[in-house]
């Protein structure tokens, strides 16, 4: 990135804080209240989500409207030098509305209507609720649309859910309408003749029939395509009610129902809530790259622009298995993760814990004790204070040589495709995805984690993990982009079905592709949890790769048709066929591996294509394992973020150029130790 943006106008420092629910005790407690404001000063946060579901305060009966309270929060915020993201309420209905109007409650896979529970149990479709939502929104937008302690305005809380109501499904069918046209492209789409499911009329369809997969995708993307709309139109009532600024919404890192990449444009700002689930043992190595990959998508989302970490938490999660406290330095270095990777906030939930209901032992800032003397206080005032000596940071990111593709489509269409595989549905696909992405991770490559659909020409090295659907154009992109240079790495099931989840003919991988990698993938085989395949690397190959490394999960009967071999399956009816390829093509190279590998291969695969892409590490160095190396840059400058992810002190060795201490601006050795869960900030220059 070289201009700097922040997150919103006039704000040129962090966002420190975190979900603010006052309106829990202001009837009986409103002590509370004061009280927090000075605790808000202590902390070092600057930053509040208000309002989240305060739809009841707001809005006690029908037509009845209390505004007053949260003026005078708005009002004390803003005396006291805070800044308020301020949430529209629908996350959570009011009770009086679930019985006053019953059609906005959802409907579930078996017809049966919702009663009112929990959250996010109303109708995305139903007018009755748009308008309920449209009307609350304008009247906040006229009540708070200038006030100047509002900067940010936060689109109901974590959308997600579906409904399958009379109004949903008819709502389905006219955007299968407007996608397809006419019937006979549907069942075409469909491939509706298999099992005699040939439509002859719209009202026929219905999309809990789990035996059309081509439906079962389409329906995805209508849950998502109806979430945005739903989004869009409360966006619409603020701006109606006088509201000008920029909106966001929070999203849930690789939710698998919902595509964010849809969201994108739509909002100005990208926020998630992100809580890894820390065991303190070799698995946190992969709980921290998980988090770094659901990070460099949000980065990715708007063109390596900051983005918010709008929830977090500081300790205990209470819906989790095991609710584990945070060892000491965990919670910072999670917390310095993120702004490694791009975000300039770090949002909590939540700032107080409640009394009572289903959160009142989720971590917060402020515990039922109330004072300043409890651990996680203090680490969150440690956090303030670091922040403040890290504002020259805000507003800059960084734009990697190196993306990795998860797409939700792609995602959806193998979990769907009986034959696939019934292994569990995060194996099929997100496995391999997430496992390419730590192989850069671990090396300390900037990654950025994009949709198939990104433009690609400010990388040099693309992978595609498991591209099993290509979308229109999506072919021919990759191939644009090797033929212009760049260096591509396909792997087993890539391009077997269109758009629709109807399988390409001639051969797997399809669309032009099975020429242009020079492979054919004939068979695809899947193998026992346990059981594994032996690859063995071709003399003299192109990425100096040698040994012998296995396979797990699954593999292809691949044959060469043009592609160079670099690697040869040597064991069961499967040997001798090849399983790794490169072929040559304009100015690039595409690579093709064709079956899903154990870690030691990715281990070696990873140093070597990054030489062959001309891709630098962070740090040109071996790091030790857990150690991960990130950086921001102005352009003059880099930020260089260095963590360690494991319970013992490690010892890394800097490359040749001089390095400074961040934080104290003193000279930094050729080494740098890292005691267990720390980070450490250097300056270079770029």
Same mark, same amino acid.
């Given at each position: 990135?070289?201009?700097?943006?922040?997150?919103?106008?006039?704000?040129?420092?962090?966002?420190?804080?975190?979900?603010? =629910?006052?309106?829990?005790?202001?009837? !009986?407690?409103?002590?509370?209240?004061?009280?927090?404001?000075?605790?808000?000063?202590?902390?070092?946060? =600057?930053?509040?989500?208000?309002?989240?579901?305060?739809?009841?305060?707001?809005?006690?009966?029908?037509?009845?409207? %209390?505004?007053?309270?949260?003026?005078?929060? &708005?009002?004390?915020?803003?005396?006291?030098?805070?800044?308020?993201?301020?949430?529209?309420?629908?996350?959570?209905?009011?009770?009086?509305?679930?019985?006053?109007?019953?059609?906005?409650?959802?409907?579930?896979?078996? $017809?049966?209507?919702?009663? %009112?529970?929990?959250?996010?149990?109303?109708?995305?479709?139903?007018?009755?609720?748009?308008?309920k939502v449209s009307q609350m929104n304008r009247r906040l937008a006229?009540?708070?649309?200038?006030?100047?302690?509002?900067?940010?305005?936060?689109?109901?809380?974590?959308?997600?859910?579906?409904?399958?109501?009379?109004?949903?499904?008819?709502?389905?069918?006219?955007?299968?309408?407007?996608?397809?046209?006419?019937?006979?492209?549907?069942? %075409?789409?469909?491939?509706?003749?298999?099992?005699?499911?040939?439509?002859?009329?719209?009202?026929?369809?219905?999309?809990?029939?789990?035996?059309?997969?081509?439906?079962?995708?389409?329906?995805?993307?209508?849950?998502?395509?109806?979430?945005?709309?739903?989004?869009?139109?409360?966006?619409?009532?603020?701006?109606?009610?006088?509201?000008?600024?920029?909106?966001?919404?929070?999203?849930?890192?690789?939710?698998?129902?919902? $595509?964010?990449?849809?969201?994108?444009?739509?909002?100005?700002?990208?926020?998630?809530?992100?809580?890894?689930?820390?065991?303190? =043992?070799?698995?946190?190595?992969?709980?921290?790259?998980?988090?770094?990959?659901?990070? $460099?998508?949000?980065?990715?989302?708007?063109?390596?622009?900051?983005?918010? &970490?709008?929830?977090?938490?500081?300790?205990?999660?209470?819906?989790?298995?095991?609710?584990?406290?945070?060892?000491?330095?965990?919670?910072?270095?999670?917390?310095?993760?993120?702004?490694?990777?791009?975000?300039?906030?770090?949002?909590?939930?939540?700032?107080?814990?409640?009394?009572?209901?289903?959160?009142?032992?989720?971590?917060?800032?402020?515990?039922?004790?109330?004072?300043?003397?409890? !651990?996680?206080?203090?680490?969150?005032?440690?956090?303030?204070?670091?922040?403040? =000596?890290?504002?020259? +940071?805000?507003?800059?990111?960084?734009?990697?040589?190196?993306?990795?593709?998860?797409?939700?489509?792609? !995602?959806?269409?193998?979990?769907?495709?009986?034959?696939?595989?019934?292994?569990?549905?995060?194996?099929? #696909?997100?496995?391999?995805?997430?496992?390419?992405?730590?192989?850069?991770?671990?090396?300390?490559?900037?990654?950025?984690?994009?949709?198939?659909?990104?433009?690609?020409?400010?990388?040099?090295?693309?992978?595609?993990?498991?591209? #099993?659907?290509?979308?229109?154009?999506?072919?021919?992109?990759?191939?644009?982009?090797?033929?212009?240079?760049?260096? /591509?790495?396909?792997?087993?099931?890539?391009?077997?079905v269109n758009e629709s989840n109807l399988c390409f003919m001639g051969?797997?991988?399809?669309?032009?592709?099975?020429?242009?990698?020079?492979?054919?993938?004939?068979?695809?085989?899947? &193998?026992?949890?346990?059981?594994?395949?032996?690859?063995?690397?071709?003399?003299?190959?192109?990425?100096?790769?040698?040994?012998?490394?296995?396979?797990? !999960?699954?593999?292809?009967? /691949?044959?060469?048709?043009?592609?160079? *071999?670099?690697?040869?399956?040597?064991?069961?009816?499967?040997?001798?066929?090849?399983?790794?390829?490169?072929?040559?093509?304009?100015?690039?190279?595409?690579?093709?591996?064709?079956?899903?590998?154990?870690?030691?291969?990715?281990?070696?695969?990873?140093?070597?294509? +990054?030489?062959?892409?001309?891709?630098?590490?962070?740090?040109?160095? *071996?790091?030790?394992?857990?150690?991960?190396?990130?950086?921001?840059?102005?352009?003059?400058?880099?930020?260089?973020? /260095?963590?360690?992810?494991?319970?013992?002190?490690?010892?890394?060795?800097?490359?040749?150029?001089?390095?400074?201490?961040?934080?104290?601006?003193?000279?930094?050795?050729?080494?740098?130790?890292?005691?267990?869960?720390?980070?450490?900030? &250097? +300056?270079?220059?770029?």
């Amino acid at each position: 990135m070289k201009t700097r943006q922040f997150l919103y106008p006039g704000f040129r420092t962090f966002a420190h804080g975190g979900d603010y =629910n006052p309106d829990q005790w202001m009837d !009986r407690y409103p002590e509370v209240i004061d009280r927090d404001l000075e605790l808000m000063d202590l902390s070092g946060c =600057n930053t509040f989500s208000v309002g989240i579901f305060a739809w009841a305060r707001y809005e006690p009966r029908e037509g009845e409207y %209390h505004f007053d309270w949260m003026r005078d929060l &708005l009002d004390r915020l803003h005396a006291a030098g805070k800044h308020a993201v301020l949430a529209t309420p629908s996350g959570s209905k009011p009770a009086w509305m679930s019985e006053t109007y019953p059609e906005i409650r959802r409907v579930d896979e078996r $017809d049966r209507r919702d009663h %009112h529970h929990g959250r996010h149990n109303h109708c995305y479709t139903s007018p009755v609720y748009r308008e309920k939502v449209s009307q609350m929104n304008r009247r906040l937008a006229e009540e708070f649309g200038d006030h100047p302690a509002v900067v940010l305005w936060h689109l109901s809380n974590e959308y997600g859910g579906e409904c399958y109501c009379d109004l949903c499904l008819a709502a389905f069918r006219e955007w299968l309408q407007d996608r397809y046209k006419t019937l006979d492209n549907l069942n %075409h789409a469909w491939w509706a003749h298999f099992w005699s499911h040939t439509l002859t009329d719209w009202d026929q369809i219905d999309p809990r029939d789990e035996s059309v997969d081509g439906m079962r995708l389409d329906w995805m993307r209508f849950v998502s395509h109806q979430t945005v709309d739903f989004m869009k139109a409360e966006t619409r009532a603020l701006r109606e009610g006088g509201a000008t600024q920029p909106v966001t919404t929070n999203m849930m890192g690789t939710f698998p129902t919902l $595509d964010y990449w849809r969201f994108v444009e739509d909002v100005d700002v990208i926020a998630d809530d992100a809580y890894p689930l820390w065991k303190y =043992n070799q698995d946190d190595l992969v709980t921290a790259a998980g988090a770094a990959f659901s990070h $460099d998508m949000h980065r990715a989302m708007k063109g390596g622009r900051p983005w918010m &970490l709008m929830e977090s938490c500081t300790d205990t999660v209470q819906w989790c298995e095991v609710p584990k406290l945070k060892r000491p330095g965990v919670y910072r270095t999670e917390m310095i993760q993120a702004l490694a990777h791009g975000a300039d906030s770090l949002m909590y939930f939540q700032w107080r814990k409640g009394r009572g209901s289903q959160e009142k032992f989720h971590g917060a800032v402020v515990d039922h004790e109330g004072s300043t003397n409890t !651990r996680t206080f203090q680490q969150v005032r440690e956090i303030g204070s670091l922040l403040g =000596n890290l504002e020259q +940071i805000t507003g800059w990111g960084n734009k990697p040589e190196v993306a990795v593709v998860m797409d939700w489509d792609a !995602r959806w269409a193998m979990e769907f495709s009986d034959g696939v595989s019934r292994m569990e549905k995060e194996a099929t #696909y997100m496995s391999p995805v997430f496992e390419f992405h730590r192989m850069f991770w671990k090396l300390g490559v900037s990654t950025d984690v994009i949709e198939s659909t990104c433009d690609l020409s400010d990388y040099r090295l693309v992978v595609a993990p498991q591209l #099993y659907l290509l979308k229109p154009g999506v072919a021919d992109a990759l191939m644009s982009f090797v033929k212009k240079g760049g260096t /591509l790495l396909l792997t087993c099931f890539s391009g077997v079905v269109n758009e629709s989840n109807l399988c390409f003919m001639g051969g797997f991988p399809g669309d032009g592709l099975r020429e242009f990698c020079g492979v054919w993938a004939e068979e695809m085989d899947f &193998l026992y949890e346990g059981e594994h395949q032996t690859i063995e690397m071709s003399a003299e190959n192109a990425l100096g790769l040698s040994g012998t490394f296995r396979t797990q !999960r699954k593999l292809e009967v /691949l044959h060469a048709e043009g592609a160079d *071999v670099l690697a040869t399956v040597t064991s069961d009816f499967y040997a001798g066929y090849p399983i790794f390829t490169c072929k040559e093509q304009g100015e690039g190279k595409v690579f093709y591996l064709g079956a899903h590998m154990q870690e030691t291969f990715l281990d070696a695969l990873g140093p070597a294509l +990054i030489r062959t892409a001309g891709v630098k590490q962070v740090i040109e160095t *071996v790091l030790p394992e857990g150690v991960s190396a990130q950086k921001r840059t102005n352009g003059k400058q880099d930020f260089v973020f /260095l963590q360690n992810f494991t319970t013992t002190t490690v010892t890394v060795s800097l490359d040749d150029r001089d390095y400074c201490c961040m934080e104290t601006g003193d000279p930094v050795s050729s080494k740098v130790e890292l005691a267990e869960w720390e980070s450490r900030i &250097l +300056i270079r220059n770029a």
